[in-house]
């Protein structure tokens, strides 16, 4: 993967780099022989031909600046099929004169134009080694409802999505219905106040199959935290029950781990040794051996293999999340439980973290469940969206199946039409149809 970002690196300077040739060459013709008379009467085609090339070399270094590599487009691949043709036409007026001038440059220009012909190959190529992509694979996409409640309706809206995704179901989490993992079977959360019970949720069911990621979003106050407690162990339902392969959860076991969102890490001990102490808790029969190679892989699996003896304290936030993930991971839990672990993060780190975690989650497809705030975090990670009803008394308003196939390019799916249709929607659900009520 590694060997292949930098193929792609130096091809895109290269082609960049070709770009700024011919732009140069064009600058020089049209100010160093712009009077004579082989050039004067395709000059305004050579200043058209300049500005176009500015364009294509504009388009490229933004996109560098952007995303520092990326694949050519079919856009530019248009531009550079335009100059071609017209270098062609001033290859061929240039057969036509023969002035000393003419004469001069006519093999530069040849040369321009079978540089600019090798700059289209490379873009073809560049175009033709990214995954393929369909043009016009109409997808249906259906939203499921659950719970109904009396704002809620019982139809299952649907449209049909141009994607330029491929629908590629066999690199998808495959789920078995049949044989559930986690199931939350109506369940219900009071807790008891001095004027009567306070009904933080309410008839709430979802099965999760093994190895699915589902997030979960709502406003403060809808009971998703209530709810990752109830199946983390550390609370019980009211009403209603929550299994792990058919066994009711009654209290926190090594088999479902939480990640918070404040990192919750011991400040005296390092990470090397905050790890360590989870391995050692939940596997003591072990060798001290074992034990240790557990940990140093999983600090490798995060990228920290030299933070291992850094306390938290000297660690940035996105450092110590990497060690909460590490520690959670190491112990192997059969479901992963974060709640809103990146919130706390600046916008950069955070999309570090997403696709770490997803390359983890990809490597060793664990359940998660996972909170969240952030719509395109959830579009980007999740299987499944659950969006639930404004509180007390929420409820599962709506469950949304995640289209886009695995694994994930975050640059492919924000350039893919189906997913603003998808964000929009969300936040249709989130700020229109369950807005706050600020009274």
């Given at each position: 993967?590694?060997?292949?970002?930098?193929?792609?690196?130096?091809?895109?300077?290269?082609?960049?780099?070709?770009?700024?040739?011919?732009?140069?060459?064009?600058?020089?013709?049209?100010?160093?022989?712009?009077?004579?008379?082989?050039?004067?009467?395709?000059?305004?085609?050579?200043?058209?031909?300049?500005?176009?090339?500015?364009?294509?070399?504009?388009?490229?270094?933004?996109?560098?600046?952007?995303?520092?590599?990326?694949?050519?487009?079919?856009?530019?691949?248009?531009?550079?099929?335009?100059?071609?043709?017209?270098?062609?036409?001033?290859?061929?007026?240039?057969?036509?004169?023969?002035?000393?001038?003419?004469?001069?440059?006519?093999?530069?220009?040849?040369?321009?134009?079978?540089?600019?012909?090798?700059?289209?190959?490379?873009?073809?190529?560049?175009?033709?080694?990214?995954?393929?992509?369909?043009?016009?694979?109409?997808?249906?996409?259906?939203?499921?409802?659950?719970?109904?409640?009396?704002?809620?309706?019982?139809?299952?809206?649907?449209?049909?999505?141009?994607?330029?995704?491929?629908?590629?179901?066999?690199?998808?989490?495959?789920?078995?219905?049949?044989?559930?993992?986690?199931?939350?079977?109506?369940?219900?959360?009071?807790?008891?106040?001095?004027?009567?019970?306070?009904?933080?949720?309410?008839?709430?069911?979802?099965?999760v199959q093994q190895g699915e990621?589902?997030?979960?979003?709502?406003?403060?106050?809808?009971?998703?935290?209530?709810?990752?407690?109830?199946?983390?162990?550390?609370?019980?339902?009211?009403?209603?029950?929550?299994?792990?392969?058919?066994?009711?959860?009654?209290?926190?076991?090594?088999?479902?781990?939480?990640?918070?969102?404040?990192?919750?890490?011991?400040?005296?001990?390092?990470?090397?040794?905050?790890?360590?102490?989870?391995?050692?808790?939940?596997?003591?029969?072990?060798?001290?051996?074992?034990?240790?190679?557990?940990?140093?892989?999983?600090?490798?699996?995060?990228?920290?293999?030299?933070?291992?003896?850094?306390?938290p304290g000297q660690l940035s936030?996105?450092?110590?999340?990497?060690?909460?993930?590490?520690?959670?991971?190491?112990?192997?839990?059969?479901?992963?439980?974060?709640?809103?672990?990146?919130?706390?993060?600046?916008?950069?780190?955070?999309?570090?973290?997403?696709?770490?975690?997803?390359?983890?989650?990809?490597?060793?497809?664990?359940?998660?469940?996972?909170?969240?705030?952030?719509?395109?975090?959830?579009?980007?990670?999740?299987?499944?969206?659950?969006?639930?009803?404004?509180?007390?008394?929420?409820?599962?308003?709506?469950?949304?199946?995640?289209?886009?196939?695995?694994?994930?390019?975050?640059?492919?799916?924000?350039?893919?039409?189906?997913?603003?249709?998808?964000?929009?929607?969300?936040?249709?659900?989130?700020?229109?149809?369950?807005?706050?009520?600020?009274?």
């Open positions: 993967m590694v060997k292949k970002i930098w193929l792609r690196a130096a091809n895109t300077y290269f082609q960049l780099s070709l770009e700024i040739l011919i732009e140069i060459a064009l600058i020089t013709l049209n100010w160093r022989f712009g009077n004579c008379d082989c050039i004067k009467a395709i000059r305004p085609l050579l200043w058209a031909l300049t500005i176009i090339n500015a364009g294509t070399i504009t388009h490229t270094i933004v996109n560098l600046l952007k995303r520092k590599t990326i694949p050519h487009s079919r856009n530019e691949i248009a531009f550079e099929v335009l100059i071609e043709a017209g270098l062609l036409l001033v290859d061929f007026n240039f057969l036509l004169h023969q002035c000393a001038c003419a004469v001069l440059i006519r093999w530069l220009f040849i040369a321009l134009t079978l540089v600019n012909a090798a700059l289209i190959w490379l873009t073809i190529q560049d175009i033709r080694n990214m995954p393929t992509m369909k043009k016009s694979a109409a997808v249906n996409l259906s939203f499921h409802r659950t719970n109904d409640t009396a704002g809620l309706s019982t139809t299952k809206p649907s449209w049909k999505g141009q994607s330029a995704l491929p629908r590629d179901r066999t690199s998808t989490t495959q789920l078995n219905p049949a044989d559930p993992f986690l199931v939350v079977d109506g369940v219900s959360k009071i807790y008891p106040t001095q004027n009567g019970g306070y009904t933080v949720l309410q008839d709430v069911s979802l099965t990621f589902v997030c979960v979003i709502g406003h403060s106050g809808c009971g998703k935290t209530t709810l990752l407690n109830m199946v983390a162990g550390f609370s019980r339902p009211t009403d209603g029950s929550v299994t792990l392969h058919g066994t009711p959860i009654t209290e926190p076991g090594p088999d479902r781990m939480v990640v918070f969102q404040g990192y919750a890490l011991l400040p005296w001990l390092t990470a090397y040794e905050n790890i360590y102490l989870a391995v050692d808790s939940v596997h003591p029969q072990k060798s001290e051996a074992e034990k240790k190679q557990i940990v140093r892989e999983h600090l490798a699996l995060v990228g920290l293999a030299d933070a291992a003896h850094k306390q936030g996105g450092m110590r999340q990497r060690v909460a993930i590490a520690r959670a991971l190491a112990i192997r839990p059969e479901v992963l439980i974060l709640d809103e672990p990146f919130g706390a993060l600046d916008a950069i780190t955070k999309e570090e973290l997403q696709v770490e975690l997803l390359k983890i989650w990809n490597d060793h497809r664990c359940t998660v469940l996972m909170i969240t705030h952030d719509i395109d975090e959830a579009l980007f990670l999740a299987d499944r969206l659950v969006m639930m009803t404004n509180g007390p008394a929420a409820k599962i308003g709506e469950i949304i199946e995640i289209p886009f196939p695995r694994p994930r390019d975050r640059d492919r799916i924000m350039e893919d039409p189906e997913f603003y249709q998808l964000r929009n929607y969300i936040l249709d659900y989130l700020y229109n149809r369950f807005a706050h009520d600020d009274e």
